[in-house]
């Protein structure tokens, strides 16, 4: 019987992807002009130009490739910055959309030689795999290393250490934390915290921030500014406590539409504290069509038990399905929401259901809302106390 067992090897990886190749906007032939470029200067380099091909392990991937070393770790980190180098000398009198950006991770590992569906030999492996994830956290001219890779060279020579600046533990796949060190000194790499590692540092602090974040009471007043497009104002009021001895620095906001909306300026998004001072957005962590995620920053810390504090969140948007849901990410005592709409409008008085978050389905709140009709506006209003995390709501109209 053949061994079944697959071939296992020790290697140094090297892997390196082109920013922004898979762009739509970019022509194939602009595509692969980019890869070409890449792949020569990469066979420029000294230590691949000296490296027996039977040394060297090679796996192509969708915006770049991947290298396998034998002799040393390091191999792939001079690799890295010798091609950072051949590639600064390339782009020098590009047009923009030529010029080659490129991340590049690092990390040595155990790979399996394995047989693809045409019998082909190829590699498989925690190795290649956590270089690739490595790669993954960078943005254009960063040079990721695994800690497990560091710790090698600097075994090797004080003088990697002037080059090995620890960043952010990034989670992984499963939540598997991964020590990472980014690689820059003046000539090569990029000394800029990558902006995986910040957003995860950041949702780190909101956390540990929420876990002593208190909110005697939110409101929520929406108010349809014109029936006929069913343009919405939202504005969020939150009153906040410090029950923890660190000071509360920044929030995190999060909008979902139902409409297309680019960017944060489309929804008119304001925020200000209780002293009508604007709160600076200081970060964007996520911004696509339908949803957008930020942090602003408090102008004070908000101290331990500090009070009279708040901030309001203000924001409009089309709602042409008539209805609002919201997900409770905090626990809040006291929940106010306020409905207005103009009497002379086709709206009805809304309704408010409690939604099930696993299933979806909706039903009748037993919370029964005050209406006040004045100066021809209507205001339906909801009073709930002790609002749980996970608390889904819906208002219909």
């Not at 680019?262 to 001072?277: A, C, G, R, S």
Request: hydrophobic share 35%; net charge negative.
């Amino acid at each position: 019987m053949d061994n079944l067992e697959p071939e296992l090897v020790f290697a140094h990886f090297f892997f390196v992807d082109v920013i922004g190749l898979s762009n739509p906007s970019n022509s194939t032939k602009i595509q692969l002009k980019k890869l070409n470029v890449l792949h020569d200067c990469i066979k420029e380099c000294k230590i691949f130009k000296e490296t027996k091909r039977e040394d060297m392990l090679n796996l192509p991937s969708g915006d770049g490739l991947a290298l396998g070393f034998f002799k040393g770790p390091h191999q792939p980190l001079s690799l890295a910055m010798e091609l950072q180098e051949k590639l600064a000398i390339s782009n020098k009198g590009r047009v923009p959309a030529e010029v080659v950006e490129v991340r590049i991770g690092l990390n040595s590992g155990n790979v399996f030689f394995v047989k693809n569906v045409f019998d082909e030999k190829g590699i498989w492996g925690p190795g290649i795999i956590i270089a690739r994830r490595v790669m993954d956290f960078g943005d254009s001219g960063h040079i990721l290393m695994t800690g497990k890779m560091a710790e090698e060279l600097s075994e090797l020579s004080d003088d990697y250490k002037k080059i090995f600046h620890r960043i952010e533990d990034m989670v992984i796949k499963h939540g598997k934390s991964l020590s990472v060190y980014s690689v820059y000194d003046e000539t090569f790499g990029n000394p800029s915290i990558p902006k995986k590692a910040k957003e995860q540092g950041i949702r780190k602090e909101i956390a540990r921030s929420n876990q002593d974040t208190l909110y005697p009471k939110i409101q929520n007043e929406i108010t349809i500014l014109d029936p006929k497009t069913m343009l919405v104002h939202h504005k969020w009021r939150y009153e906040i406590v410090n029950r923890g001895e660190k000071p509360i620095k920044n929030v995190i906001q999060g909008i979902g539409t139902d409409v297309k909306k680019n960017t944060l300026d489309e929804l008119k998004v304001k925020v200000y504290d209780e002293q009508n001072q604007d709160m600076e957005i200081d970060y964007i962590i996520m911004n696509y069509p339908y949803q957008k995620e930020f942090t602003t920053k408090f102008n004070r810390p908000v101290l331990k038990n500090d009070q009279n504090r708040s901030y309001v969140l203000e924001y409009q948007v089309e709602e042409p399905e008539r209805f609002y849901e919201n997900f409770f990410q905090v626990d809040c005592e006291y929940f106010e929401l306020i409905f207005k709409f103009p009497q002379d409008s086709s709206i009805t008085i809304p309704t408010l259901y409690d939604v099930n978050s696993e299933t979806d389905a909706k039903t009748d709140s037993v919370v029964l809302p005050t209406v006040e009709n004045k100066n021809g506006e209507i205001s339906s209003k909801w009073c709930i106390d002790n609002i749980h995390k996970g608390t889904v709501i819906r208002v219909e109209w």
